[in-house]
């Protein structure tokens, strides 16, 4: 790509307008930095733009799901709900554009498709698919880690001629599924919100199930007047706690270890986790759930007790309940009477460990048994996640060395920052940083600020290229897989490890370190002049 076909220029390019991109424009044009934001979807909100399948809802509470940045901001935006739904989270996002007037610096339904560094000129060249070439000195890729939808392979998808759709990339308008025998693939997080309002509808439901998932219950509710207050008195202190916990989120408690207390002490604690209806809380319960696989069986059958008290037919009970992996270790989900929706005469449950699925045909789903028809198949497959939309941009570092290409092991990252051999580019979110397994808006906040804070540093010091050094990179990825090997993490199939897809390298992708003590490490980092990065 040579300069002459560049058609602008800008000191950073951003890709995506989820929060991470809306916040990066806001602090670093506020610093005086000539930022474009490109994102293919045609408004702001990232995540809360594409998933409007019914029922969709944050399951971290809307005082903690928020942005943090700006006192004002905090107290003058009124979240209805305990967890926000899906119109009040985006409708909060085009807030936020247009309070801090981010729309001029945007550009949407555009695409990111490539970035080629160029070594000599230590700039990348940019090209979308509207045809934009843009030159920028830094790229920050925003683009999320929940991004890439992604389809079942299973023969004859493409045969089915009744109506499809897929959660993550619902209808703007909406669906009726009024008097329709729906089809729905998968249990993970966006079924188990999606399938009791389905059901309200559809005529009949049939649920495709191959792994049953632990789901705690939302008790979600109006927030009352007082705990607004309490919380909102106090947000800087409160958002203080969130930084330095583990998971993004304040725990009012310190958990101890499952057998420092006898079995009816143990039952007493769950309840009362269970009863708070918060899954954070829930598998803070005890300090070893997630390490200790013996105090993990406690959790695990206390949650599939609860699944067969609310389920009647206790065969259905027992193919919802889980076994295949301990408690936590895949995406706990929240729900509001998923499990109760299974004792309606209409709604049926199809267990893919006893009879999987053999094809789709023209008019519905085979199983090994039987031979079903629908009008509409929903499918709640979930995402490529971690890494899906960071390879499906054709980036290409020092020497034309391709992302893809680099990684074809599984991703290998700086702090799920920054990577050897791509100067000058940077993930939010990134894989082996706490990302998904916390509060994603502290996460996004906390690595826009160390950005933000980056990029003021080699602006005052005159200094245009920063990269990664290899031998840190090593030690990070190391030590980011030691401490996911220390817990029970690994023994799930789970898109964590990115068993979900085929072919993907199985490695586990966040970082389990803990949002308060990686902050810390990011911060030794910067203060120590960017220690393993080489800047020039
Ligand atoms: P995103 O919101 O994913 O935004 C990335 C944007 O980049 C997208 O708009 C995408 O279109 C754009 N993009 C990607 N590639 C390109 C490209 N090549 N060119 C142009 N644009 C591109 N997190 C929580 O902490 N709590 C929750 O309760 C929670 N609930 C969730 C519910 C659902 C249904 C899903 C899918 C995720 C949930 N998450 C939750 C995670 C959620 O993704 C994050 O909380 C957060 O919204 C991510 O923001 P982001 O800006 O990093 O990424
Ligand atoms: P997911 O958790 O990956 O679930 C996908 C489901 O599809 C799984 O049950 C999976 O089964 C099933 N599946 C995939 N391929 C299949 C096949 N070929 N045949 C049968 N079943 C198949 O995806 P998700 O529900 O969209 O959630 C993804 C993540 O987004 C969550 O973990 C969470 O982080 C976030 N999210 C959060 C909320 C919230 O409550 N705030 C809501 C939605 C999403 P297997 O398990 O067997 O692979």
């Not at 009008?375 to 960071?390: E, H, K, P, Q, W």
Request: glycine share 8%; charged share 20%; proline share 5%.
């Amino acid at each position: 790509m040579t300069e002459k076909s560049v058609t602008s220029t800008r000191d950073i390019v951003v890709v995506g307008a989820g929060f991470a991109g809306m916040y990066l424009l806001h602090r670093l044009r506020g610093l005086g930095f000539n930022v474009r934001v490109f994102e293919k979807a045609s408004g702001v909100g990232g995540t809360w733009y594409w998933n409007r399948y019914p029922g969709a809802r944050c399951d971290v509470r809307s005082l903690d799901y928020s942005y943090s940045f700006d006192p004002e901001l905090e107290q003058e935006w009124e979240w209805t709900e305990k967890y926000a739904t899906q119109p009040e989270i985006l409708k909060y996002a085009n807030h936020v554009a247009e309070r801090y007037n981010l729309w001029p610096d945007m550009q949407f339904n555009t695409a990111i498709t490539s970035a080629i560094w160029d070594d000599a000129r230590k700039r990348w060249t940019i090209t979308t698919d509207k045809g934009d070439v843009v030159g920028t000195q830094h790229f920050v890729l925003a683009v999320g880690t929940l991004s890439t939808p992604k389809l079942p392979e299973i023969p004859g998808i493409e045969t089915y001629k009744g109506a499809t759709y897929q959660t993550s990339l619902w209808p703007h308008e909406g669906v009726d599924l009024t008097g329709k025998r729906v089809a729905v693939i998968g249990t993970g997080s966006s079924a188990i919100q999606s399938i009791p309002l389905m059901a309200k509808q559809a005529q009949q439901l049939t649920v495709f199930q191959r792994t049953p998932n632990f789901s705690v219950p939302a008790g979600n509710r109006a927030l009352t007047k007082e705990e607004v207050v309490a919380v909102k008195s106090n947000y800087r202190e409160y958002r203080q706690r969130a930084k330095e916990s583990r998971g993004g989120v304040p725990i009012d408690f310190t958990p101890i270890p499952m057998f420092s207390v006898d079995e009816d002490k143990q039952q007493e604690i769950l309840e009362n986790s269970w009863d708070a209806a918060d899954f954070a809380r829930f598998l803070a319960s005890f300090e070893d759930i997630l390490i200790n696989k013996k105090a993990n069986d406690v959790v695990s059958d206390f949650v599939r007790d609860k699944i067969r008290s609310l389920v009647k037919d206790q065969e259905v009970a027992e193919a919802l309940c889980p076994y295949d992996h301990p408690l936590g270790t895949k995406r706990p989900c929240v729900d509001t009477d998923y499990y109760a929706t299974f004792n309606l005469e209409h709604v049926r449950l199809v267990n893919l460990r006893k009879t999987p699925i053999t094809e789709i045909t023209p008019v519905g789903i085979n199983t090994t048994d039987e031979q079903f028809e629908f009008n509409v198949i929903v499918y709640a497959t979930g995402f490529d996640a971690m890494t899906g939309s960071l390879l499906k941009i054709d980036i290409r570092g020092k020497d034309g060395i391709k992302l893809s290409d680099q990684w074809k092991d599984g991703p290998t990252t700086y702090l799920g920052i920054a990577i050897a051999n791509f100067p000058n580019l940077y993930t939010v979110t990134g894989p082996q940083s706490p990302s998904v397994l916390s509060n994603m808006m502290v996460s996004i906040e906390q690595h826009v600020d160390w950005l933000t804070d980056l990029f003021v540093s080699m602006r005052n010091n005159g200094q245009t290229v920063i990269e990664a050094t290899q031998k840190a990179q090593d030690e990070w990825v190391a030590h980011s897989s030691e401490v996911g090997n220390m817990t029970l993490y690994p023994l799930a199939n789970s898109w964590y490890m990115g068993a979900n897809v085929p072919g993907k390298p199985r490695v586990f992708l966040p970082y389990l370190g803990g949002v308060g003590p990686y902050r810390e490490l990011c911060n030794e980092v910067a203060s120590a002049g960017y220690k393993g990065f080489s800047i020039a």
